[in-house]
């Protein structure tokens, strides 16, 4: 069989042995595998670097290279997520509602987990560990198969959480990791019927659109992120250029910042011009219509196509607009259903957007880039779905189970 059937193979027999384990069984393997990332740092960032050294070498953009690149302080980050998870309740085995039929059937809805996960994502090393964390917590076994630019990073970082489930009742074949990191084996992933019981991609929009239109395992999808903050007339020129800042540069690689701005045509006049210059000041690119030109005259052009992209850089768009009406209908358009925030000071301004924008996360008043697992309190996240049906906005434990009827009788046959 090909790595990738072996793998899923492995998975499936191990998500068996999954179903029998306590909680405290479980807690204590996602202590284990935080603790051994400390301990095993030193060959985890050397396994960065070659993916880093690589990556610079094929010219790959600064942004991308942050989201790739692993540090003493992020390795932390990461293995602290994975104790956040130890402190969430398990969701598995909840009992949902209880009824009993007039023919004596006691009927029970509760939780199980999903079964066997598929992970298909890019440059994010934390994914696998956020990944496998999660999956494991709810019972699930998983098969991760990331991007080239992170291989050498994702195989230490299995190869170091197989050796801390080892020493637990957590078969280290639940967690699989698919070293072939051609497209071939991702779309090999997508046909495993039987095997998985479900693929998540994570990623640009190129690999979301190959595995949503592909796949004959079911999907959850998780969007491209293009996110808009709008500032209304009243807002607070302080609050909207902290917000509007962080949602841009905090981060520009990740998928819920900011790639395009609308900005109120009064509030434009007054405070584009100032705001401008504080992006520009953190080596930001702006794009923008033909009225953010007048207020900005080094603003290069912006175009449909602009408005259409996820740039994960540091490039923004800026569109100057007559009101909320034309906000709303701008994101409408453009939008990705992911994270869209308004900024101000009209109370039914901020309700309209709140109700009528649809995405996974709306914000008034806050940078987008809370949608995020950890932010939300759901220790790590798996992916942030935008689709509408099982799961949506940052998936956390809940979204990993699905139900199952447990029926009790004595002896009722269906006459």
Same mark, same amino acid.
């Given at each position: 069989?090909?790595?990738?059937?072996?793998?899923?193979?492995?998975?499936?027999?191990? $998500?068996?042995?999954?179903?029998?384990?306590?909680?405290?069984?479980?807690?204590?393997?996602?202590?284990?595998?935080?603790?051994?990332?400390?301990?095993?740092?030193? &060959?985890?960032?050397?396994?960065?670097?070659?993916?880093?050294?690589?990556?610079?070498?094929?010219?790959?953009?600064?942004?991308?290279?942050?989201?790739?690149? %692993?540090?003493?302080?992020?390795?932390?980050?990461?293995?602290?997520?994975?104790?956040?998870?130890?402190?969430?309740?398990?969701?598995?085995?909840?009992?949902?509602?209880? !009824?009993?039929?007039?023919?004596?059937?006691?009927?029970?809805?509760?939780?199980?987990?999903?079964?066997?996960?598929?992970?298909?994502?890019?440059?994010?090393?934390?994914?696998?560990? &956020?990944?496998? @964390?999660?999956?494991?917590?709810?019972?699930?076994?998983?098969?991760?198969?990331? @991007?080239?630019?992170?291989?050498?990073?994702?195989?230490?970082?299995?190869?170091?959480?197989?050796? =801390?489930?080892?020493?637990?009742?957590?078969?280290?074949? =639940?967690?699989?990791?698919?070293?072939?990191?051609?497209?071939?084996?991702?779309?090999?992933?997508?046909?495993?019927?039987?095997?998985? &019981?479900?693929?998540?991609?994570?990623?640009? =929009?190129? %690999?979301?659109?190959?595995?949503?239109?592909?796949?004959?395992?079911?999907?959850?999808?998780?969007?491209?992120?293009?996110?808009?903050?709008?500032?209304?007339? #009243?807002?607070?020129?302080?609050?909207?250029?902290?917000?509007?800042?962080?949602?841009?540069?905090?981060?520009?690689?990740?998928?819920?910042?900011?790639?395009?701005?609308?900005?109120?045509?009064?509030?434009?006049?007054?405070?584009?011009?100032?705001? $401008?210059?504080?992006?520009?000041?953190?080596?930001?690119?702006?794009?923008?219509?033909?009225?953010?030109?007048? %207020?900005?005259?080094?603003?290069?052009?912006?175009?449909?196509?602009?408005?259409?992209?996820? +740039?994960? &850089?540091?490039?923004?768009?800026?569109?100057?607009?007559?009101?909320?009406?034309?906000?709303?209908?701008?994101?409408?358009?453009?939008?990705?259903?992911?994270?869209?925030?308004?900024?101000?000071?009209?109370?039914?301004?901020?309700?309209?957007?709140?109700?009528?924008?649809?995405?996974?996360?709306? +914000?008034?008043?806050?940078?987008?880039? !809370?949608?995020? @697992?950890?932010?939300?309190?759901?220790?790590?996240?798996?992916?942030?779905?935008?689709?509408? %049906?099982?799961?949506?906005?940052?998936?956390?434990?809940?979204?990993?189970?699905? #139900?199952? +009827?447990?029926?009790?009788?004595?002896?009722?046959?269906? @006459?």
């Amino acid at each position: 069989m090909s790595e990738v059937r072996t793998k899923a193979a492995l998975a499936k027999e191990a $998500a068996a042995a999954l179903n029998n384990l306590t909680t405290e069984q479980k807690n204590e393997a996602l202590r284990r595998m935080a603790d051994i990332l400390t301990e095993r740092q030193d &060959d985890i960032l050397a396994a960065n670097e070659r993916d880093l050294t690589r990556g610079r070498e094929n010219g790959t953009s600064p942004a991308l290279l942050d989201r790739l690149k %692993l540090t003493p302080e992020r390795i932390a980050g990461i293995a602290q997520g994975l104790r956040e998870v130890i402190e969430l309740p398990d969701p598995v085995g909840v009992r949902l509602e209880t !009824f009993e039929r007039p023919n004596g059937l006691r009927i029970e809805k509760r939780t199980v987990p999903i079964g066997v996960v598929g992970m298909i994502y890019e440059a994010r090393p934390n994914v696998t560990v &956020d990944a496998a @964390g999660l999956c494991l917590k709810t019972g699930n076994a998983v098969v991760l198969r990331g @991007g080239s630019a992170a291989l050498e990073s994702n195989r230490a970082i299995v190869a170091a959480l197989r050796e =801390a489930l080892a020493a637990t009742a957590v078969p280290p074949d =639940a967690l699989q990791i698919v070293e072939d990191p051609s497209r071939d084996s991702a779309n090999e992933m997508l046909k495993l019927n039987g095997l998985l &019981d479900v693929v998540i991609p994570r990623g640009g =929009a190129a %690999l979301i659109q190959n595995v949503v239109q592909n796949a004959t395992v079911p999907v959850i999808e998780t969007g491209a992120g293009i996110c808009h903050t709008y500032i209304d007339e #009243t807002a607070r020129p302080e609050m909207a250029e902290a917000i509007a800042l962080n949602a841009k540069v905090q981060r520009p690689s990740v998928c819920n910042s900011m790639e395009t701005l609308l900005v109120h045509e009064a509030f434009a006049a007054r405070h584009l011009a100032a705001l $401008a210059d504080s992006f520009r000041a953190r080596n930001v690119e702006l794009r923008g219509c033909a009225r953010t030109r007048e %207020l900005v005259p080094w603003a290069n052009a912006a175009t449909d196509e602009d408005y259409a992209t996820e +740039y994960n &850089d540091y490039i923004l768009n800026v569109k100057v607009v007559s009101g909320l009406d034309e906000a709303l209908a701008h994101i409408r358009r453009f939008g990705t259903m992911h994270s869209e925030c308004i900024v101000t000071e009209t109370k039914e301004h901020a309700e309209r957007f709140l109700q009528e924008v649809d995405a996974a996360a709306v +914000y008034h008043n806050a940078s987008t880039r !809370f949608t995020d @697992g950890f932010e939300f309190g759901f220790g790590a996240e798996i992916g942030i779905s935008t689709q509408k %049906l099982h799961a949506r906005g940052p998936m956390g434990l809940p979204a990993l189970t699905s #139900t199952k +009827y447990v029926v009790k009788g004595n002896g009722q046959v269906r @006459g």
